[in-house]
């Protein structure tokens, strides 16, 4: 089993809808769980990140972690063709140091 | 401007030619990381270093080596590069251990032939 599943999509959805991306993991030591975005042929940005379980919301932006479940969401509310990108999950333990992503998920935004 | 600067941005090797790839922060991070990035594999993190003179490696450290002598340099250098290094590479810097709010270089596109 992987440490952390993420479906790599293609996701495409129309502009202004909600969109939901989501990974799983194995590893019950994860504490810090990121979201990065990445534009073609550009280094990944970070979009959010939580600690431990619960919600985050910035903007249209929302992350979820459930630590019981070992699953993190992130849901973009009234997507624009701007977010069409591919949207990286990562996670790292508590002692730090070794940042473990998922594959990431493409994303296409239509007008 | 805060920014994580790698150096080359394109590199086209042949096997067995040592090689260094340059990164350099400017924000004062005391976490340093390199990762390289594959269809199929995703981001795969190679060596990490918490301060100057500390690394440790990563998932796929093989075939790579780094150095941490100053806090804001931390290059990757392939000693004997093959064609399975062949990848995108990025490095990164973090203010925490966490490496919650890392900053991304613009990567370098390696071929090794």
């Known amino acids: 089993q992987k440490e952390v599943e993420q479906d790599p999509g293609p996701l495409s959805v129309p502009e202004g809808a909600i969109v939901s991306l989501n990974c799983t993991y194995s590893?019950?030591?994860?504490?810090?769980f990121m979201w990065y975005r990445q534009y073609s042929r550009k280094g990944p940005e970070l979009l959010m990140y939580?600690?431990?379980?619960g919600n985050k919301e910035d903007g249209r932006f929302t992350a979820q972690v459930d630590k019981s479940s070992k699953y993190i969401s992130l849901f973009i509310r009234d997507s624009q063709p701007s977010d069409s990108a591919t949207y990286l999950c990562?996670?790292?333990?508590?002692?730090?140091?070794?940042?473990?992503f998922g594959k990431g998920t493409k994303l296409s935004v239509k007008p | 401007e805060a920014q994580v600067t790698q150096n080359p941005r394109y590199l086209i090797t042949v096997t067995g030619k040592k090689l260094t790839v340059t990164c350099s922060q400017n924000?004062?991070?005391?976490?340093m990381s390199w990762y390289r990035q594959d269809p199929g594999l995703g981001l795969r993190q190679i060596y990490y270093?918490?301060?100057?003179?500390?690394?440790d490696k990563g998932d796929v450290p093989e075939g790579y080596k780094v150095s941490r002598k100053e806090k804001r340099n931390f290059p990757l250098i392939l000693e004997s590069p093959s064609p399975n290094q062949t990848s995108l590479y990025f490095c990164?810097?973090?203010?925490?251990?966490?490496?919650?709010?890392?900053?991304f270089g613009q990567g370098t596109r390696l071929t090794v032939v």
């Open positions: 990164a810097s973090s203010q925490d251990r966490g490496l919650t709010e890392a900053f």
């Open positions: 590893n019950s030591a994860f504490q810090y």
């Open positions: 939580t600690y431990s379980s």
């Open positions: 990562a996670m790292s333990p508590p002692w730090g140091g070794n940042l473990i």
């Open positions: 924000m004062n991070h005391e976490y």
């Open positions: 270093s918490m301060n100057v003179e500390v690394t």
